[in-house]
């Protein structure tokens, strides 16, 4: 994926994240989880993009037979 469109997708979710922060009344705890969501989601999408998550796909949690 190019560079240009990791900035174009990183700049077009901040101003959405920014305009819902702004323009859409909702309570202060509401606001931050959204943030803490949205920012989560955004990491592991460019952890996913750059290939980071890949080599997680090959551990297991729990027993395997």
Known sequence: ???V????VLIVVGVLLWLV???IPMDGK???ILNAVVVI???IWLLSVFGLLDGLTNYHIGKTT
Do not use: E
């Not at 469109?5 to 174009?8: D, G, M, N, R, S």
């Open 1 to 3: 994926m190019p560079i």
């Open 5 to 8: 469109t990791l900035v174009i």
């Open 21 to 23: 922060n702004t323009y």
């Open 30 to 32: 509401i606001k931050s």
């Open 41 to 43: 989601a955004v990491v």
